[in-house]
């Protein structure tokens, strides 16, 4: 045989020499959920190992991933119901202690990159991530709102926003009030093409943010968030937000989506995201737990498959463990 695959494998060494994908901390972000209080940390029962934190527990976290390598975080608000509304105002109030967290953490953590949520769900007595009227999620009604949430983030002083919404035209709204209020330098992480997907269940419970079923509130997020049938839909977003001037592009869910991923990076030049989102993670984590695969061995191969896709960034809840196993 003058061709034979296995003498590229036979060593470590030459392995190293032939991979194609290489996955490295830098390319993760950790997401963390925030409560406000003080020496507040409680476990995500449906989601081992990640926990809703106070800002105190928070820079701790955050400090003990920066001396792993582990660079940037996106961070979740968990909102009591008595600061939520139909209107989400609380989500630009400058007592906001979402925002006041932004401050601390970048004041004690400025080389780090802190990315924020843009959506009302955490602030909305509805549960949705627009205005919800007359049993309908109101498009365009919706982008004021979040252009004021944005801007006050911004202020705060996140790096990346990442509107999650997936309202039309919210990206070019956001960029026109970002650049209008000074805030040039602010990226914008697009949720592309976010779909409706089963997996969210686990980071629903850590912010209580599940849409309020009732007789005027759609119990779903069907109307905007994308059908997970349809892939080509994804290319008419991605231009979208690209034409809208988004920085970056996000597939939601990952692993169920790679050939979305897949698409998206080899059709358009931004970097792509992919969201690993909850529900993926705690079937893993469950998995593994109970003895059916081995957490060491099958984390970091899930998390080379998502960026084998494509995807030059990955959103995981894996990020410090993956940060760990590097260190060793």
């Given amino acids: ?8 494998r036979q060593s470590a060494a030459v392995r190293g020499l032939v991979r194609e994908t290489q996955l490295d901390t830098s390319h993760l ?40 390598g582990l660079r940037s975080f996106i961070v979740f608000p968990a909102v009591p119901d008595a600061r939520k509304d139909r209107e989400a105002t609380y989500s630009y109030d400058p007592d906001n202690f979402y925002l006041k967290a ?22 909305s007595s509805d549960g ?5 009227r007359g049993g309908k999620i109101l498009n365009d009604e919706t982008l004021p709102i979040l ?33 209008a209020a000074g805030y040039t330098d602010t990226g914008i992480l697009s949720y592309t093409a976010k779909y409706a997907s089963a997996f969210y269940g686990p980071f629903r419970d850590a912010l209580d943010s599940a849409p309020r079923a009732e007789a005027d509130i759609p119990g779903d997020k069907k109307t905007y968030q994308m059908d997970p049938a ?16 988004a920085d970056m592009l996000m597939v939601k869910p990952a692993l169920n989506y790679l050939d979305v991923i897949h698409l998206l990076k080899s ?8 969201y690993h989102v909850s529900g993926e993670c705690a079937m893993l984590i469950a998995a593994c737990r109970n003895g059916w695969l081995d957490y060491e061995q099958a984390m970091p191969e899930t998390l080379l498959a998502i960026r084998r896709a494509g995807a030059d960034i990955i959103l995981t809840y ?11």
Avoid: W
Wanted: glycine share 6%; hydrophobic share 45%; net charge negative.
């Fill in 1 to 8: 045989m003058l061709r034979r695959p296995r003498r590229n």
């Fill in 29 to 68: 972000v950790y997401p963390l959920f925030l409560v406000d209080g003080k020496d507040v940390k409680e476990e995500i029962p449906s989601l081992p190992g990640n926990y809703r934190m106070s800002l105190d527990h928070m820079l701790r976290e955050i400090g003990e991933c920066m001396a792993l």
């Fill in 102 to 123: 932004a401050r601390a953490i970048k004041r004690e953590f400025p080389e780090c990159c802190l990315m924020s949520d843009v959506a009302m769900d955490p602030y």
């Fill in 128 to 132: 949705h991530d627009g205005l919800v």
């Fill in 147 to 179: 252009a004021r949430m944005a801007v006050a983030q911004a202020e705060a002083g996140f790096d990346f926003l990442g509107p999650s919404d997936m309202m039309d035209g919210r990206v070019g709204y956001l960029r026109e009030a970002l650049d």
């Fill in 230 to 245: 349809n892939k080509r839909e994804a290319l008419i977003e991605a231009e979208l937000d690209t034409m809208e001037g």
């Fill in 267 to 274: 059709e358009f030049e931004l970097p792509i995201a992919a």
């Fill in 318 to 328: 894996f990020a410090k463990d993956f940060a760990r196993m590097q260190q060793r």
